[in-house]
Nanobody, 125 residues
Framework: QVQLEESGGGLVQAGGSLSLSCAAP????????VGWFRQAPGREREFVAA????????VYGDSVKGRFAISRDFARNTVSLQMNSLKPEDSAVYCC??????????????????WGQGTQVTVSS
């Protein structure tokens, strides 16, 4: 069964904005770190952003820092990724994941144990 669920993907023009959401049905993110990764065809999976649920520590990938913002919604038990000033290079399948990495390991795929199926984001030029 799918353990995490992403939503909010779609088609947007370059320079526009889009917001993604990550949910954990039947679970709580309390005590975990939630990360966003993306993968485009022919490319390796790339770290985007992560937030520690308790305390709110955040880390961003260099390619998105200043444009994307990750946040927690305590009422809905979800994590959002607000994407602004989108570029065609941002087009990819975006996946969320949860785990218990130390801050220095936020960017590492292997630090996360639960993953979603991904949601497609396409940015047109």
């Amino acid at each position: 069964q799918v353990q995490l669920e992403e939503s909010g993907g779609g088609l947007v023009q370059a320079g526009g904005s889009l917001s993604l959401s990550c949910a954990a049905p039947g679970r709580t993110f309390d005590g975990y770190t939630v990360g966003w990764f993306r993968q485009a065809p022919g490319r390796e999976r790339e770290f985007v952003a992560a937030v520690r649920w308790s305390g709110g520590n955040t880390v961003y990938g260099d390619s998105v820092k200043g444009r994307f913002a990750i946040s927690r919604d305590f009422a809905r038990n979800t994590v959002s990724l607000q994407m602004n000033s989108l570029k065609p290079e941002d087009s990819a399948v975006y996946c969320c994941a949860s785990g218990r990495p130390i801050v220095s390991e936020f960017r590492k795929e292997r630090a996360y144990g639960l993953w979603g199926q991904g949601t497609q984001v396409t940015v047109s030029s």
